[in-house]
């Protein structure tokens, strides 16, 4: 065991990534050696996506890879894990059978069983109650040294129509209080100056186990903790965004006056038949509420287009509102019809229709960010620094405006070379495309300074 390397693909979403983490901490802690390329190990594992047709098609696409690897000899065994094993475990283990092992997310604790007995050549497979998932417990940080995601709770009591989410991941379920702020205290430590704040809905934290939306709280002790500098919100749901919560962002300087809101459509029968609440007006007057309570928030929302049913008109009201809304951040996705969720069985949409109309979204959302950029022209922001980008031959960086992975980026010129996890001061000159061009003024501090 001691010679044996081990190397992880992880795919999907923040709260994937975090499990990843925490196999990695389960197979270093077993003695194996990890490594970053599977290519080049003895084994590789597979965290797979399962939530859309892409992102599984993506996943399969990868072990199919790994699987050629193995033909050739480069890997001695494949083991498969993830919400796609979760999901498809006898499609995997019957239609992939170089796959040596397959396991549900409720057996991520025994990841080095699996890898003991891939290694001896016996086909396993492990598929305890998805409930048994640990949501506490050591990781090993993938991210940039000076950010990370914080996941406060997994599972989803939603049941939004279109989502597998519920059937792969299970009930909500929330951490408690004191390993969160224990686990963000050792990110901290280890250098971490961003906290990415997710869950699969992170407004309902504490009703399962406190009784009560304990998120507030939570950011509160959060910001008490030393060298953490952001405090960024992703996956907020509309329903749960109360007044304490938006006092709680505008008063703590910690929290960056960003959040993400997952909206999904404005129609109010569509979001009917997503078994979601809202309307035009009602999402409309909570937008102007959140803008109104948090002055110069940035706010990053997400919608489906060709949801089923979705009429033209019900498009042309979406539209309307991304035009009048103006959100400064915004994902569209086509409807992805997925089996055993309650909106495959209603009359779909036209593929091709759906990928246009998220297209149509797409490229009005590009007009109203290339003008958000133009605003921030003249100004100087707080610039959170990731490395120096060698084709275009200066340093990038984050501001407040920008979630890691999904945002773009502060392009940025300087007479120095900031190290990355430094903060510094850029005035911002020109912008390209999404990004923002600028030149470094001033260094706010440097991290781990002797």
């Known amino acids: 065991m001691s010679n044996t390397t081990v190397g992880i693909i992880s795919l999907g979403c923040a709260k994937n990534r975090v499990d990843a983490e925490m196999l990695m901490f389960q197979l270093r802690k077993g003695g194996y050696i990890l490594k970053e390329d599977p290519a080049q190990c003895d084994v590789a594992i597979i965290n797979t996506c399962g939530f859309i047709e892409s992102a599984k098609q993506e996943s399969i696409n990868e072990?199919?890879?790994?699987?050629?690897?193995?033909?050739?000899?480069?890997?001695?065994?494949?083991?498969?894990?993830?919400?796609?094993?979760?999901?498809?475990s006898d499609q995997l283990t019957k239609e992939i059978p170089e796959v040596d092992a397959v396991i549900g997310i409720g057996a991520n604790a025994d990841i080095c069983e699996a890898v003991e007995k891939a290694l001896d050549g016996e086909k396993y497979a492990s598929f305890p109650d998805k409930m048994n998932l640990p949501l506490d417990g050591g990781r090993i940080q993938s991210t940039e040294p000076h950010w990370a995601y914080l996941r406060v709770a997994d599972g989803c009591d939603n049941?939004?129509?279109?989502?597998?989410?519920?059937?792969?991941?299970?009930?909500?379920?929330?951490?408690?209080?004191?390993?969160?702020?224990?686990?963000?205290?050792?990110?901290?430590?280890?250098?971490?100056?961003?906290?990415?704040?997710?869950?699969?809905?992170?407004?309902?934290?504490?009703e399962d186990i406190y009784g009560r939306l304990a998120l507030p709280e939570l950011l509160s002790e959060l910001c008490k903790i030393d060298g953490i500098r952001w405090i960024r919100l992703l996956y907020c749901y509309p329903d749960r965004i109360t007044d304490e919560l938006l006092q709680t962002i505008a008063k703590e300087d910690k929290i960056v006056k960003y959040i993400d809101l997952p909206l999904q459509h404005c129609s109010a029968d569509i979001l009917h038949k997503m078994n979601r609440r809202g309307s035009f007006e009602e999402l409309t007057a909570l937008i102007k509420k959140i803008r109104a309570?948090?002055?110069?928030?940035?706010?990053?929302?997400?919608?489906?287009?060709?949801?089923?049913?979705?009429?033209?008109?019900?498009?042309?009201?979406?539209?309307?509102?991304?035009?009048?809304?103006?959100?400064?951040?915004?994902?569209?996705?086509?409807?992805?019809?997925?089996?055993?969720?309650?909106?495959?069985?209603?009359?779909?949409?036209?593929?091709?229709?759906?990928?246009?109309?998220?297209?149509?979204?797409?490229?009005?959302?590009?007009?109203?960010?290339?003008?958000?950029?133009?605003?921030?022209?003249?100004?100087?922001?707080?610039?959170?620094?990731?490395?120096?980008?060698?084709?275009?031959?200066?340093f990038f960086g984050r501001s407040a405006f920008d979630a890691p992975e999904v945002d773009p980026c502060v392009f940025f010129t300087c007479e120095r070379k900031p190290r990355a996890g430094e903060m510094v001061k850029v005035t911002i000159t020109d912008c390209l495309d999404c990004d923002l061009v600028g030149e470094m003024v001033e260094e706010l501090e440097i991290r781990n300074e002797e």
């Open 63 to 88: 072990i199919l890879e790994l699987c050629e690897l193995k033909k050739e000899g480069k890997i001695k065994a494949i083991i498969v894990t993830g919400c796609l094993a979760q999901r498809y």
């Open 159 to 206: 049941c939004c129509t279109y989502c597998a989410i519920p059937l792969i991941r299970g009930r909500f379920r929330s951490r408690k209080q004191e390993s969160i702020i224990e686990e963000a205290k050792t990110l901290a430590k280890n250098g971490v100056q961003e906290l990415n704040v997710i869950a699969q809905d992170t407004t309902r934290y504490g």
């Open 293 to 394: 309570a948090i002055p110069g928030v940035v706010l990053r929302t997400t919608l489906i287009t060709g949801f089923p049913t979705e009429t033209e008109e019900q498009f042309e009201e979406l539209s309307r509102f991304v035009a009048e809304t103006r959100f400064e951040r915004l994902g569209c996705f086509a409807y992805s019809q997925e089996e055993d969720t309650p909106a495959a069985l209603m009359p779909q949409v036209d593929e091709d229709v759906r990928a246009h109309r998220a297209e149509l979204i797409m490229e009005q959302q590009a007009y109203i960010m290339s003008d958000f950029c133009q605003q921030q022209i003249g100004k100087t922001v707080d610039v959170l620094v990731d490395g120096f980008d060698r084709y275009a031959e200066c």
